[in-house]
């Protein structure tokens, strides 16, 4: 079973930049699987925010982060990053990492991902 652990949240402000990584264990790989990075701010529902497909990977970005914001695999074979550029105020939130099962394609719903990390934190201040 896949465990995540997110790392790189912090306080910016306004126009700065964070990565954040997410850690995966208790596989081999994560091949054949969606990442995925979601946020939740206060009083606010969970939002998809970018997914990739590792076989091939394939991206999916909300609309508000498109051009600002990158998914990707680092070097390492379990590890998937978010790069936040242009950071806003709005994008203040818990920001957790997703996998779905194996073989489970990218769609945003949370219930399409099997497991996630605890979160990590991102606060923009303007």
């Known amino acids: 079973q896949v465990q995540l652990m997110e790392s790189g949240g912090g306080s910016v402000q306004t126009g700065g930049s964070l990565r954040l990584s997410c850690a995966a264990s208790g596989v081999t790989t994560i091949s054949k699987r969606c990442i995925g990075w979601f946020r939740q701010a206060p009083g606010k529902e969970r939002e998809g925010v970018a997914l990739?497909?590792?076989?091939?990977?394939?991206?999916l970005y909300i609309n508000s982060v498109k051009g600002r914001f990158t998914i990707g695999q680092d070097n390492g074979p379990n590890m998937v990053y978010l790069q936040m550029n242009s950071l806003k105020p709005e994008d203040t939130a818990m920001y957790y990492c997703a996998a779905t099962q194996f073989a489970i394609g990218c769609s945003w719903p949370p219930s399409n991902f099997a497991a996630w990390g605890q979160g990590t934190q991102v606060a923009v201040s303007s």
């Open positions: 990739i497909y590792t076989d091939g990977g394939s991206t």
